[in-house]
């Protein structure tokens, strides 16, 4: 764990006499501290173009008085600069007539082990294992044009102290391992990307030569593609693979029910707690407590142990997900959701692992139910606007489907549909769910978190599919 | 304060000799501070204040052709050491390119001139707090809106760049920028927009009230949105999109894209890949422009190129790196493009909406459906249905779809360029794109 203070000259006596200090009257705040060290190694066109390493140390002082935020950060830490910020908060608050909220829950359970996964790989053997997937790739035949694999690694130590001094803190390890490989035929060509990744060692994903299935599942993606035709345009049946395409539920839903958006009403889910609001026999949950997932945490950037949220039981919404400062004003508790990219953000509530549960159906069944439609199996990112409802993913790797079986590849496309409607139209739920490779990042004003999804086979009605196809 | 030139050198030749004491033979850094304060209103009230101090190097040591780099934002000499001494260890362990080099002694920029990026004005958050409620006043002076946030915030930054071969430059750069976010709500729907400006001088920033109610107009009229049935139809995207197409095209010419081999443009130069009377310009030296530049980030002078002149691609954007592997010498666009516009089209706003007697008129695009390896283009999208040059009404929940190839063979430039953002392009009309609706 990091010591903060030795090198600085703020004793931890001293920082907690500011923070109490700055605190008094106010509802919640804490002094956020942060060590972060990361590395980047990326093999790309048969070299390694880049090998990096950050190291990035800083503080984030929040204050909040009713519903307002005052926060400020600084690469410094030192007393000055502490002082500082702690002006800084007490000039935008100006008359706090509140109550500190000294309520924290508390728990002994760990999700993941204090590791520095950077330390535990020599440098030497990431750029040999690069360079073997360079060669095994391009051993693949000629029409392998470019290779691209990198190692990121990062060990990120935070604490919080609140104020009275209670102080929580942990250390979280987090790997990726990518590939992304380009392949040509007759003047065409098409990439496929695939990857793995979570809070364990590199080695944990990558042992028994693990990097070459890594490689395959790029390469045949990259190959489906190079035999696909333009993509249909319109509204069609949808089966979705199980696994990474849960970010259709990441983005359909799981941003419409955090808590900020629905405190302000500005999500299409604002006033729809209790009702009906997919399908009967849809579940989704979203979960920051399975060992060593990417979307995990012990505690939340707010010192919040982080737990399994029911969002939506058997097509009812039950739950937003909440932070501290939106779980206050909504009258409710943390669900340990607040999370922040880094010190330099305020903390904002965030999805972790979001996942649909298993039904009973099996992919077949929705295939063979299918006469027109697409069944989509990868995806790259997507997006949604809150407000109207309206999402997006886009796939990376699709079929159309013709009276009940699985037909030729289609190009990439978009697919959009409405967040608050969608899940109704789910008309079979599979019994494969599946979680992803730990390879999602998800974005919310400016700030990227590391999350997991996953889901299983389902089989959607109607959605819109942009391909150029009449 | 933002840290002065004399600090960040310090720092900068504190790592430059310390990397060469330990054994590289060329190295380069960059020393970076960047001070922020923004004020949040939300429904006419203060919601959040945010002030940031950001101090950061990233230094980058080579030994002959092997190249390695880290960044800190501890800047203490103490932990420099330790970091320095790992970059010259991991540099030591990474393998030769034959590439890698700091860049031709002769493309240093060597007059830095004064482009008028900062002004020196400081906005006290009080002057915020002032700018935002009549900002807000305007934007919810409408019944239908619901919900308005917004946002001040002045950024003021220095930086140096340093390397071994003697080059040595930075300075001081402001920002000054607004913006709104309105939800607007009638019986049927609930939408949102925003309206934004952002000027390295504060005494150019648009004016609070106009800024409202752009922002609260902009949302009422996507009130009731339909979805419209599926069919091939001429696209005119509103200028905050154009410049999308832009962006594109900047990251299909860039000289890793070119030398890796994973563009749609690739080879392409001196062909004709817009219609003929499309040019396009990358001007790093515009006063006060928001991409203005006096050198790249490897410290390459960078003169104003005409990308495109009468449709035919003249330049891809070349680094040091990318330039050595293809043969080409750099044209200072290491970190990309600086003020990169269309230049206008001889039509007017009016007269592009009455070209067609139906199109679509797109304001906004969702997902990252641009694919610069094959050209295809697939997004969600939200605009208006045109008829006759008149907005019929609002469209959602479609996307657009097309390949870049084609695009930009069948785009209509409108004279309407405005110098908004780092990039900029006037209302542009694309004909032949496929709309999926219902």
Known sequence: MSNFFEKSDVSRKEAESI???????????????????????????????????NSDLGFGFRAISDEVVAYSHSNEISKNSLKQSSEN????????????NHEIPKSNKKYYDNINPIEQKSLNEKIKILNDVNDYLRSKGDKVKQVTAN????QKSVEIIRSGGETLSDVRPLVRFNVSVMVEKDGRKETGVYGVGGRQSYDSYLKDENWKSVCDEALRIASVNLESKPAPAGEMKVVLGPGWPAILIHEAVGHGLEGDFNRKKTSAFHNLMGQKVASEGVTIIDDGTIDNRRGSLTIDDEGTPTEKTVLIENGILKNFMQDRLNARLMKTRSTGSGRRENYRHIVLPRMRNTMMLSGKQ????????????????????????????????NCTEAYEIVNGKIGSPIKGATLIGDGPSILKEVSMVGNDMMMDPG???????????????????????????GGTKL | MVKDQEFLEKKASYCLSLAKKLGATDS???????????????????????????????????IGKKKSSISSSNLLNDNLNILIEKCIETTKNTPEDEFNSLPDRDLFAKEVKDLNLYDETHIENNQKIDYLKKLEAAASNDKKIVNTESSFTQNKSNFVLANSEGFCDGYKTSSFTASSVTVAKDEKSMERDYEYSSKCFLKDLDDADELGNLAANQTIRKLSPKKIG??????????????????????????SAISRGTSFLKDKVNQKIFSDKINVFDKPDMLKGLGSRNFDSEGVKTDTLKLVDQGILKHYLIDTYNGK??????????????????????????????????????????????????????????????????????????????????MFQNITLANDLEFKYATNSPTMLIEGMVVAGK
């Open chain 1, 19 to 53: 923070i109490s200090d700055t605190l008094q009257k106010c509802d919640d705040g804490e002094l956020y501290l942060e060590n972060s060290k990361s590395e980047s190694i990326l093999l790309d066109d048969n070299k390694i173009k880049n090998s990096s390493y």
């Open chain 1, 89 to 100: 908060l007490k000039s935008t608050l100006k008359s706090v007539k509140g109550t500190y």
């Open chain 1, 151 to 154: 190692f990121l690694g990062e």
């Open chain 1, 362 to 393: 099996t992919q077949e069944e929705m295939i063979k139910a299918v006469d027109k439609g697409i069944f989509a199996v990868s995806f790259g990112g997507g997006q949604v606007d809150i407000t109207s409802g309206k999402f997006v993913f």
């Open chain 1, 439 to 465: 390879i999602g990042t998800c974005g919310k004003a400016g700030q990227g978190v590391p999350v997991g999804v996953a889901q299983p086979s389902i089989l959607i009605d109607k959605m819109t599919v």
């Open chain 2, 28 to 62: 380069s850094v960059i020393v970076k501070n960047s001070i922020s304060e923004t004020v949040n209103f939300r429904n006419k009230k203060l919601d959040e204040s945010n002030r940031s101090d950001d101090l950061g190097l990233s230094i980058t040591t080579y």
């Open chain 2, 230 to 255: 599926s069919e091939k139809i001429a696209i005119i995207f509103d200028k905050r999109i154009a410049k999308g197409v832009l962006s594109t095209f900047a990251n299909a010419i860039s000289s």
């Open chain 2, 325 to 406: 592997k293809l043969n080409l010498k750099s044209n200072g666009r290491c970190g990309g493009t600086s003020n990169l516009y269309f230049e206008n089209g001889n039509i007017n706003f009016k007269d592009l909406l009455n070209s067609h007697s139906k199109s679509l008129y797109i304001t906004e695009t969702i997902g990252h459906g641009s694919n610069i390896v094959t050209g295809d283009y697939s997004v969600g999208a939200t605009g208006f249905l045109i008829e006759n040059g008149e907005f019929k009404y609002p469209i959602n929940e479609i996307t657009i779809a097309g390949n870049f190839k084609d």
